[in-house]
């Protein structure tokens, strides 16, 4: 039998190829005789950069095009960073394998200031995400906060050009591009939850292929699956879209799968958090009883005031 291939479509950014070179190695480490090839793509949301996203529909665009070519068979799987994985997928097409996640927390960069408390009244942070946004300034009402978009290296950039006091980035991106050096403190869920899925990455696939599920397989990681099912599942009973002030994350000790989530006005005026714990074979139930305990608390009236 001729050698298996497995062809990668995948963005063109650093980060998102890093992970498509990240899956390449781990396929080739695992079956030696395996070929990986990457076929990397502008999306539209590539070309789109600098518009908010929330205007132009979202993450969905960065993936349109990978999965397009995994139907029309020029590709077989895509790489995806879990938090930007909508939670629907085309006919055909689905998440079969999550791996081991990176750091899952936020990381905060700055060239001036150690951490959080130490940034002067008034500073100026830059952060895009509603999410961290609402629960930066619940903590820190006299911070201005600025929009930051763009790739993790245009980010860097503009804190390092003067634009901002600090940023805030996820750990797991900086962690990966070998720029954790950059990294001034981590940002303690505790402080600030992350998005849910953030750190792991997860493999998309023809659902009928069953030679590339198989090859894929090894690279599952159960503890990440049950974590990032709980977070996810939550998120979707919220009806939470991409851009949102919806923070979860799952923790696993022996088979107790404990979930924090929260939902917060994206001016910090008001933050409902709730948690619940389980066994983590239960994850799916126990992310949309965290969601059903945080709608009962008025998180619906926050969201609606968000989308409208
Ligand atoms: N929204 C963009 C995005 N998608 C995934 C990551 C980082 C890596 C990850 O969470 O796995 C980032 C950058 C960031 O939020 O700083």
């Not at 079956?31 to 076929?39: K, M, N, P, Q």
């Not at 960069?109 to 951490?115: E, F, G, L």
């Not at 009928?208 to 974590?227: F, G, I, M, N, W």
């Amino acid at each position: 039998m001729s050698q298996p291939v497995i062809r990668i479509a995948t963005r063109k950014s650093p980060l998102a190829m890093w992970q498509a070179e990240y899956v390449k190695q781990r396929l080739e480490q695992i079956h030696g005789d395996i070929t990986v090839e990457l076929l990397p793509m502008s999306t539209k949301g590539d070309v789109i950069l600098d518009t908010p996203l929330a205007k132009v529909g979202g993450k969905g665009l960065f993936v349109k095009e990978l999965e397009v070519a995994m139907l029309e068979g020029r590709a077989d799987i895509a790489v995806h960073s879990m938090k930007d994985v909508p939670v629907e997928f085309p006919e055909g097409l689905g998440l079969h394998v999550i791996c081991e996640r990176e750091d899952p927390r936020d990381a905060f960069v700055s060239n001036s200031y150690k951490s959080i408390d130490e940034l002067p009244q008034g500073a100026i942070v830059g952060t895009s995400s509603l999410r961290r946004q609402c629960q930066l300034r619940a903590l820190r009402p006299d911070l201005e906060i600025r929009d930051l978009r763009g790739n993790v290296g245009t980010r860097l950039a503009k804190l390092d050009n003067g634009d901002y006091d600090a940023i805030i980035l996820a750990a797991a991106g900086l962690i990966r591009l070998e720029l954790s050096s950059r990294i001034a403190s981590f940002i303690e869920p505790e402080v600030s939850l992350p998005a849910n899925g953030q750190g792991a990455v997860g493999i998309e696939c023809r659902t009928d292929d069953e030679q590339v599920k198989s090859l894929l397989a090894p690279l599952e990681h159960q503890e990440t699956r049950y974590r990032v099912l709980a977070e996810r599942a939550m998120n979707t009973r919220l009806e939470g879209g991409c851009q949102v002030p919806i923070g979860a994350f799952a923790q696993i000790d022996g088979d107790q799968l404990s979930l924090r989530g929260l939902v917060g006005a994206p001016d910090g005026s008001q933050i409902i958090a709730d948690s619940v714990v389980g066994n983590k074979q239960q994850a799916v139930e126990l992310g949309e009883e965290l969601a059903e305990k945080l709608l009962s608390q008025g998180a619906k009236a926050i969201l609606d005031a968000v989308y409208k």
